[in-house]
C-alpha cells in the first residue's frame, strides 16, 4: 500500500502570510497532484507534477516535485481569506494505477481576515 | 462542457437496507472512478470501470459493487448497509483509465442511521 502524508493536518494563519504544506511518501510516483476541496463540494485539480524536481506555479501557489518524486510542498504567498479549504495531494504510484489516485488526508487551511 | 454529476446529493439510509449512487462523467470521457471519503480515512479508492469493464478495485468488501453502462455512466451498490458506510462518495471522471487527471463530482453524502 503506498501512503502519502500530509502536514500540517491543519493550519489557522492570517490573511497576508505564507504558508507551506507538505506531502511525503516512501514510494516513487509518477506523477503528484495537488487539489482544494470546499465544504460539500468534490476536490478541485489545482495541479500535476510529473518530472522530479519540477516547480510550477499558479499565481500565488507555489508547487513543487521532489527530485526522487516521494515528495512534494505547497507554498502560498500572501494567503487570502478565499485560500480557506482542504488541500489534498495525491499520487499516482509509479508502479501502476491498479490501486487509483492514493490521496493524503488533506490539510485544513484556514485564513483568518 | 457539463462537469461531473451525481446523484443523488444527499441520502439518508438505516442500517441493513441497500443503496444506489449514479454517476454521469464529462461528455466524451469514459473511464469512471469512485472513492469514498471519511474524516478517518480521508478518499479511498473503491473501483474503477472503462467501457463498461471493472478495471480495478480498491480493497472493500464484496458489499460495494458497480457498473457502467454503454454512455459511460456509472452506478455504485452498497449492500447491507452499515453504520460505517456513512460517508461522502466521490466519482471522477478521466478521458482513459489509470490516469492522474481525474475530474471529480460533488459527491453524494450519505448517512446511515
Known amino acids: 500500500t503506498q501512503l502519502l502524508e500530509q502536514s500540517p493536518q491543519f493550519l489557522s494563519i492570517q490573511e497576508g502570510e505564507n504558508l507551506t504544506v507538505y506531502c511525503n511518501s516512501s514510494?516513487?510516483?509518477?506523477?503528484l497532484q495537488w487539489y482544494r476541496q470546499e465544504p460539500g463540494e468534490g476536490p478541485v485539480l489545482l495541479v500535476t507534477?510529473?518530472?522530479?524536481?519540477e516547480v510550477k506555479k499558479l499565481k500565488r501557489l507555489t508547487f513543487q516535485f521532489g527530485d526522487a518524486r516521494k515528495d512534494s510542498s505547497l507554498h502560498i504567498t500572501a494567503a487570502q481569506p478565499g485560500d480557506t479549504g482542504l488541500y489534498l495531494c495525491?499520487?499516482?504510484?509509479?508502479?501502476?494505477?491498479?490501486?487509483?489516485?492514493?490521496f493524503g488526508k488533506g490539510t485544513h487551511l484556514i485564513i483568518q481576515p | 462542457k457539463a462537469g461531473v454529476t451525481q446523484t443523488p446529493r444527499y441520502l439518508i439510509k438505516t442500517r441493513g437496507q441497500q443503496v444506489t449512487l449514479s454517476c454521469s462523467p464529462i461528455?466524451?470521457?469514459?473511464?469512471v472512478s469512485w472513492y469514498q471519503q471519511t474524516p478517518g480515512q480521508g478518499l479511498q479508492f473503491l473501483f474503477e470501470?472503462?467501457?463498461?469493464?471493472?478495471?480495478n478495485k480498491g480493497n472493500f468488501p464484496g458489499r460495494f459493487s458497480g457498473r457502467q453502462f454503454s454512455n459511460s455512466r456509472s452506478e455504485m451498490n452498497v449492500s447491507t448497509l452499515e453504520l460505517g458506510d456513512s460517508a461522502l462518495y466521490l466519482c471522477?471522471?478521466?478521458?482513459?483509465?489509470?490516469?492522474?487527471?481525474?475530474?471529480f463530482g460533488p459527491g453524494t453524502r450519505l448517512t446511515v442511521l
Open positions: 507534477v510529473v518530472t522530479g524536481g
Open positions: 461528455s466524451g470521457h469514459r473511464s
Open positions: 495525491a499520487g499516482l504510484y509509479s508502479g501502476g494505477g491498479a490501486d487509483g489516485l492514493t
Open positions: 471522477a471522471s478521466s478521458l482513459i483509465p489509470s490516469t492522474d487527471t481525474q475530474y
Open positions: 470501470y472503462f467501457s463498461e469493464t471493472q478495471r
Open positions: 514510494s516513487v510516483f509518477s506523477s
